[in-house]
């Protein structure tokens, strides 16, 4: 009889056990995040969307909204959502570890990354944490570890749908409310507005209080930021209250979950780990990029046309999720495509040693962006132009590659992956690695 694995001998997967295409394709994500994330560090959180905030309306600093609009927004979280349902499934295989301790050892991994959220959105003070909302889908993600994938697909293409009728039904309700506003303030001037007129300005006024575009929430905003740490902190604890309770039971869970959901039957399926024939991932990138990269577009033609109404920002757009999706299955193509042919060696390197330490790199990036933002930094929130903000992503990237692939020179995991690894098994894991003895 074998003998099973008890919670001290269970241990996390080691380095020449790792799937390596997982890791370029989770350091691809994780920079790329960087790229819509930088806009929140920098500006207001309004202008993640709405490039008016900012005066990104004309020139490179329009042409830098458009493609990232167009090329980045939504996939990159979507990719990264995705890789961890695979990651889930990949810690559940441990085959000499008894059901209940892997089952103990899941979830305390789990609440141990909704605590890795908590501190990075109220202590790290970063309004857009994803720790915290993974951690959260995570608890309902065991419950599906043993579905087929294309159950798996089913349950997930189900709450995209659900999610679609969300954004169908917002575009429509914003729209309408935006056109009965314009045609009040259409009116002559001196016209006595009825009360009925009233409350519909009143209505819109609270709709971009809700979305932070009013010009008092937008002052507020810049105040906090140029202040001290604390008062950081206490400005934000609200907004990061909202995130992780209204917002999350509405909306991103269950953004979250289907990605997660369907990772998992990608991982089933044999997608991430680049073993499939090239043909499937050309299949990939051609149906991922030749469905989102147009839809992406005409989306963002569409916002930009208009005067970049609201009802066309984002989540807002009918499509949104179908576009999103869609151009993260291309990227996913596309990478595994690079692994499974060994091309641009330096690059998936580069990328593979970044995705290993995700977890320490995703939470560096707060610091890092913090200090140089935030007033009791550099405190240059606001001051530059958005193609400048770019240059600053160029330099956190530069760092976390080169940082991640000197550290795994001479260690197991990043700081963070030990920290978690440790906690997870109740025991502290070997963090050098040891060199053979010649």
């Known amino acids: 009889m074998t003998r099973k694995a008890s919670p001290s001998e269970a241990s996390p997967v080691a380095g020449k056990s790792r799937i390596q295409s997982l890791d370029v394709l989770r350091g691809f994500a994780l920079l790329g995040i960087l790229l819509m994330n930088i806009l929140v560090f920098a500006f207001p959180f309004a202008a993640y969307t709405d490039p008016t905030i900012d005066g990104a309306t004309e020139g490179l600093n329009l042409a830098i909204f458009a493609s990232m609009d167009v090329l980045v927004e939504g996939s990159m979280r979507a990719i990264f959502s995705m890789l961890f349902g695979a990651g889930m499934l990949i810690f559940l295989a441990k085959r000499d570890t008894d059901v209940d301790t892997l089952r103990a050892l899941f979830y305390r991994r789990t609440g141990l990354l909704i605590v890795f959220g908590l501190v990075n959105a109220y202590i790290f003070i970063w309004p857009g944490d994803i720790l915290y909302t993974y951690g959260m889908a995570g608890l309902l993600l065991y419950f599906f570890r043993d579905f087929s994938a294309a159950v798996l697909t089913k349950y997930s293409l189900a709450i995209f749908f659900f999610l679609g009728v969300i954004h169908t039904g917002l575009h429509m309700e914003v729209r309408s409310l935006r056109n009965d506003v314009k045609a009040v303030e259409a009116l002559p001037h001196g016209t006595v507005l009825s009360s009925e007129q009233l409350q519909t300005l009143d209505d819109w006024d609270s709709f971009l209080e809700e979305q932070f575009v009013s010009p008092e929430i937008i002052q507020l905003e810049y105040e906090a930021r140029k202040s001290g740490y604390i008062e950081n902190v206490i400005a934000y604890a609200p907004f990061n209250f909202l995130l992780q ?168 995991f990043g700081p963070a992956e030990w920290l978690w690894r440790s906690l997870t098994y109740k025991q502290s894991q070997p963090l050098r690695l040891v060199t053979p003895e010649v």
């Open 245 to 412: 309770t209204v917002v999350l039971f509405f909306t991103s869970l269950w953004d979250v979950l289907a990605m997660m959901l369907l990772g998992m039957a990608f991982f089933k399926w044999g997608l991430l780990d680049a073993s499939r024939r090239s043909r499937d991932y050309w299949l990939l990138v051609i149906a991922g990029v030749g469905l989102g990269l147009p839809l992406n577009y005409l989306e963002t033609a569409t916002y930009i046309s208009s005067g970049y109404e609201t009802y066309w920002a984002g989540a807002y757009r009918p499509s949104y999720d179908v576009s999103r999706l869609s151009l993260a299955v291309g990227y996913i193509g596309i990478i595994m495509l690079l692994c499974k042919h060994a091309l641009f060696p330096w690059f998936r390197s580069a990328l593979a040693a970044v995705g290993q330490l995700a977890l320490t790199n995703y939470l560096a990036q707060s610091l890092i962006c913090n200090f140089i933002f935030m007033g009791f930094g550099l405190g240059l929130f606001g001051d530059l132009q958005r193609y400048q903000a770019y240059l600053v992503v160029l330099g956190v990237w530069m760092i976390q590659i080169v940082f991640s692939q000197v550290w795994l020179r001479f260690y197991c």
